[in-house]
């Protein structure tokens, strides 16, 4: 960033901490960004003529007379068409040789959305995944995180989701993201032939931690041009959104704020609402879906981080290795997509909300069959009907690796049930019975 | 000539003015910044330093900002006009600002300034009058809206002149009364108030003992709340709160219902925007719409708001009360505003109490709790505030300061239970932990056998008492085996289950099922207590599991069935078939 004529340099720095430095200056706003001998900070605060600045890389080898240059604007991000396409870092530099696209340039993290012009959410997102598309069914400006342990293969859900989601744009947001998955959805990307409709926000695990809290809100001003100026449908990709939680706690911890639960700021609830609540739909047909990622540590969903995300978002989605086909599997106890009563039954055939529930239910059947059969006791004849029928469900409908319509969901489910059960056995209402039971297979 | 003062320093939205007048607590103040006036409350005083949290976004602001001080608290504007509206935490009308997204300094009028309104005094010239006396009404949505006396005005007053029956907007002078000084005051149909403060125009505060009819039988039922009694419902994420508490705001037999989404999500809102309009109130017959009003401040929304949208939710039920009205008050979610708190708490570096929240919580939720209420007016007339808060526990522990300290000051306890809602027990109202301490007061006694029957509260007590002997069995036969208990505790274990399905158990989003009148709730209790009565004989365990299963399933057919319709009959019909089968002699 070249420093222009008018401005001023400043080059006595009074106090440098860990992730901050302050210094004498006048006329500087809140939350205004600076240079500190070319690294990005941001104001913090102000008492007087003393400002405290966060520096976004760190402040390791910072002299006291580093040159800081005031920048008079809050962070932003010219946004336009040229903006497709295009991979960006978390302070929207490009970073795959293009040039600085031209377009409106606007603060990110703006002012939310008055909640009398939105429009209550009613469009269907299909994925194939029948997983998500029959028992967790998306709508169009939902928020949704998937909830799953490191290991688990949730950036390639979500490539697929993306790309088989019929959207207008997609924008990914990737924070604390591996070298190897960063280059994974550029590949999966570039080789679906979907470049010109991404745009990418990113920040490695190699670069500075505390850049990541830009990336949400960089790739959501991206998201609010498309779909306001443009009433685009755009599909926001976040992962991992506990990256980003990570970086919060290492800001305020440095700048002594009273750690809450689990080491996390005591506005950790507001910061992520703020990020999620960008989630809409507008009544001119633009929206904004963001699918976002939490990992877990230990499976453990009390930790801060999950938890604070279950109170915002509308439901969630859990990975789970089933053992018993060998396959990862959307885990249809624990997951929910609130606004699915939104849409099926409605947008999907008459028989969805009924076929659904019996079908998890008679998979919670087999479940319980499966701890008496470990605990000792002896199965019926019901219970071992219920095992069986829970293997082909899993490897059929539940797994990741499914690609079918919602009507091929509905349908397979029918001939699962028919086969392993009785029409009475199934609880399903009588007109529905008599209009999708499979007889003969 | 209002007081001044200058910016000097700002951290987030914690802002520092340097003022060289007298300035009061909580007084309100505007920043002028980029020429937008940003609203903020001042929350401390040092010397000639004075603290303020601005309710909005602080970005750009700098120091040498010019600050004007208002001379008042933060207060809202309390008229007819006020139903329906879609209100911010600070009582700002959200569908008269401009654009999409909500502009940082916009604020907007509540009430309607030309609209005329069709005033018939109630009280002559002559009368003494005092604060919340009524002296005239209007039609509001066809609910009487009273014009009283503005609660601000103490001492006692003479009626000089009132303004005969015809048409007057909000703003023109409807009466005049004198004070003790022989001095004249005007009196229109607005009035303000400071929201922190509790509105004291009544002359008695008794205990509360009439049942609120909400139609959710696990309350109505098993943990009745009454006509301004207070109640709250803690749960993890997803267990629930949010659907019950709409629920019960669209059945509940009350003149007016606030609702304030406290820090949640805006769809919930848009949801009531885009359903209520439309719903119908099941005891008038008329839109639900009318006689609500939503309080927003969503968790996008302004945080240091999010304290004031319940005070403000507050006010203006009380403000209903006073005109003798049954309202009904619901927050979702409180912790918000506990998190609000501390967030300001911390700013401020205070010493902070458990799990970091301020020292002062507990006195601050009691406090809040305690304006809720059954009035007798200075009238003899009544009115009530029924306020239900939900609580959202972190990691849905229970053993959380925001849930401890309500506990203590609310009557009725909706805990819900993660398991339960696994298993798609709706509502999951764990029905053993939860309480209403009304069940224990003499008066609901004789109220509810009065309205119900004799026996009622006996009913209630055996129902509690079997759901928690079915619970000691099943963890019993999850030890030992089905084989492992006698036959006998399998027979109990079932009657627990079948008052759990039928009784407990209610589809929110069902038309039927969603609302149960209490004379239907009477007769599934009678039916209920009947079987849980009766003998039955059985070979082995299977044919009892069998069996109840046959005998929930009639039941639940029967409450989705339109009350002693055809198709009720029918069920009834081949339900005591069954039992007939099985009596043993
Ligand atoms: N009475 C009910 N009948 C049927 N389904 C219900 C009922 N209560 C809750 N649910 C289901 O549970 C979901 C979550 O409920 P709700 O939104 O009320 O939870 P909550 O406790 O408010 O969660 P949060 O704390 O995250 O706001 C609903 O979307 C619905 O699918
Ligand atoms: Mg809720």
Redesign the pocket.
């Known amino acids: 960033m070249a420093t222009k004529a008018f401005q001023k340099i400043y080059t006595q720095i009074t106090q440098i901490t860990k992730a901050t430095c302050s210094l004498k200056a006048r006329e500087v706003g809140y939350d205004e960004l600076a240079t500190v001998n070319g690294r990005l900070a941001q104001v913090v605060k102000i008492i007087g003529e003393n400002i405290t600045l966060q520096v976004f890389s760190g402040t390791e080898g910072i002299p006291t007379n580093a040159e800081v240059v005031f920048l008079g604007k809050a962070p932003t991000l010219k946004v336009g068409d040229q903006l497709a396409g295009r991979f960006f870092n978390a302070l929207g530099k490009p970073i795959d040789g293009g040039p600085v696209p031209e377009g409106k340039e606007v603060e990110i993290g703006g002012p939310s959305v008055n909640p009398v012009r939105r429009k209550q959410p009613s469009e269907l997102i299909a994925t194939g995944i029948a997983g998500i598309d029959l028992n967790n069914t998306l709508v169009s400006g939902q928020k949704i995180p998937f909830f799953a342990d490191p290991d688990q293969p949730y950036n390639v859900v979500m490539a697929n989701v993306a790309l088989r989601a019929k959207t207008d744009k997609i924008i990914l947001g990737g924070m604390g993201l591996a070298n190897d998955d960063y280059l994974y959805f550029k590949n999966v990307f570039s080789n679906a032939g979907a470049l010109d409709r991404i745009v990418s926000f990113v920040n490695t695990a190699e670069n500075p931690p505390v850049e990541r809290l830009l990336i949400p809100d960089m790739a959501l001003t991206a998201a609010e041009y498309f779909a306001v100026e443009k009433n685009e449908k755009v599909l926001v990709l976040l992962t991992d959104m506990s990256s980003y939680a990570d970086a919060l706690s290492i800001v305020s911890n440095r700048m002594d704020q009273i750690p809450s639960k689990d080491s996390m700021p005591g506005s950790l609830y507001s910061d992520l609402a703020k990020i999620y609540e960008k989630a809409v739909q507008f009544p001119s047909g633009g929206s904004i879906t963001i699918i976002a990622v939490t990992t877990l540590s230990g499976g453990d969903i009390t930790h801060a981080v999950p938890d604070n995300t279950?109170?915002?978002t509308e439901g969630q989605l859990y990975l789970r290795r089933d053992s018993d086909v060998g396959k990862v599997i959307i885990d249809p106890f624990r997951s929910?997509s609130?606004l699915k009563?939104l849409v099926i039954g409605k947008k999907t055939r008459e028989d969805h909300p009924q076929v659904m529930n019996a079908a998890v239910r008679l998979y919670a059947d087999a479940a319980n069959a499966k701890t008496k059969q470990e605990n000792g006791f002896d199965l019926t004849h019901y219970d071992e009907r219920a095992l069986a029928f829970a293997k082909d469900y899993s490897r059929h409908i539940l797994a990741i690796d499914v690609n079918i319509d919602t009507t091929e969901m509905l349908d397979k489910t029918w001939n699962l049930l028919s086969t392993h059960f009785r029409p009475e056995e199934v609880n399903i209402k009588h007109t529905l019975i008599e209009k999708y039971w499979k007889e003969d297979e | 000539m209002a007081t001044k003062g200058t910016v000097k320093g700002i951290i987030s939205n914690l802002v520092i003015v340097g003022v060289d007048e007298p300035i009061s607590q909580n007084e309100i103040c505007y920043i002028t910044t980029n020429e937008t006036r940003l609203m903020a409350e001042v929350i401390k005083i040092i010397g000639k330093e004075v603290y303020v949290q601005v309710f909005e976004s602080t970005r750009g602001l700098k120091v040498g900002a010019e600050v004007e001080f208002a001379g008042h608290m933060l207060e809202v504007v309390l008229g007819p006009g006020l139903l329906s509206r879609n209100l911010d935490g600070l009582q700002n009308d959200l569908d008269k600002m401009e654009g999409v997204f909500l502009k940082r300094g916009q604020y907007t009028y509540p009430l309607d300034e030309e609209t005329l309104w069709e005033f018939v005094p109630l009280a002559k010239e002559g009368d003494t009058v005092t604060a919340g006396d009524w002296l005239g009404q209007v039609d509001e949505n066809f609910q009487p809206h009273k014009i009283m006396v503005p609660f601000k005005m103490t001492g006692s007053y003479t009626l000089k002149s009132i303004a005969p029956a015809g048409r007057y907007t909000v703003n023109e002078t409807i009466a005049v009364v004198t004070d003790e000084e022989n001095a004249e005051l005007p009196i229109t149909m607005v009035q303000r108030w400071p929201v922190k403060k509790s509105v004291m125009a009544y002359r008695e505060k008794p205990r509360p003992f009439k049942l609120l009819e909400t139609g959710v039988r696990v309350i109505d039922t098993a943990n009745p709340i009454v006509e301004g009694g207070t109640g709250f419902i803690p749960?993890?994420?997803?267990?629930?709160?949010?659907?019950?508490q709409h629920?019960i705001s669209k059945q509940a037999e009350a003149d007016i219902v606030v609702m304030a989404a406290c820090g949640?999500?805006a769809n919930?809102v848009v949801e009531i925007f885009t359903e209520f309009p439309h719903l119908v109130d099941p005891h008038t017959g008329r839109k639900l719409m009318e006689r609500t009003i939503i309080i927003a401040n969503t968790s996008n929304m302004p945080v240091a708001a999010r304290e004031a949208s319940v005070y403000t939710a507050m006010t203006i039920s009380e403000y209903y009360r006073s005109m003798g009205l049954k309202v009904l008050l619901m927050a979702?979610?409180t912790s918000r505003w506990a998190q609000a708190l501390r967030e300001q708490s911390n700013r401020l570096e205070e010493l902070p109490g458990p799990d970091a929240f301020p020292m002062d919580l507990s006195a601050i939720i009691s406090n809040f709790y305690g304006r809720a209420g059954y009035v007798i007016l200075n009238n003899n007339q009544t009115g009530s505030i029924t306020f239900i808060g939900?609580v959202?526990p972190a990691g849905g522990n229970l053993k959380e300061p925001v849930t401890e300290n309500t506990k203590k000051v609310a009557r009725c306890f909706y805990a819900?239970e993660q398991e339960r809602?696994d298993k798609?027990r709706?509502?999951?109202v764990n029905p053993i932990d939860s309480y209403s301490k009304y069940l224990e007061y003499p008066e609901f006694e004789k109220y509810i056998s009065k309205l119900i029957s004799e026996d009622w509260i006996d009913h209630v007590n055996e129902i509690k008492t079997r759901m928690q002997r079915g619970k000691e069995i099943s963890e019993q036969i999850n030890i030992l085996g089905d084989d492992g208990v006698p036959l006998d505790y399998h027979i109990t274990f079932w009657k627990s289950e079948l008052i759990d399905f039928v009784l407990l158990q209610?589809?929110?989003?069902d038309d039927v099922d969603s609302v149960t009148p209490i004379e239907r709730q009477k007769n599934i209790m009678d039916n209920i207590i009947h079987l849980c009565r009766m003998e039955f004989k059985f070979a082995n365990f299977t044919e009892v599991m069998d069996y109840f299963k046959k005998i929930i399933n009639l039941m639940k057919q029967m409450n989705y069935a339109v009350f002693q319709s055809e198709e009720y009959h029918g069920y009834e019909k081949q339900l005591n078939m069954l039992v007939n089968e099985r009596k043993s002699a």
Request: no cysteine; proline share 3%; hydrophobic share 35%.
């Open positions: 279950g109170y915002i929910l609130r009563q | 749960g993890a994420f997803g267990t629930g709160k949010t659907v019950l629920a949640e999500r919930e979702d979610s939900t959202s819900l809602a798609k709706y509502p999951a209610q589809d929110a989003f």
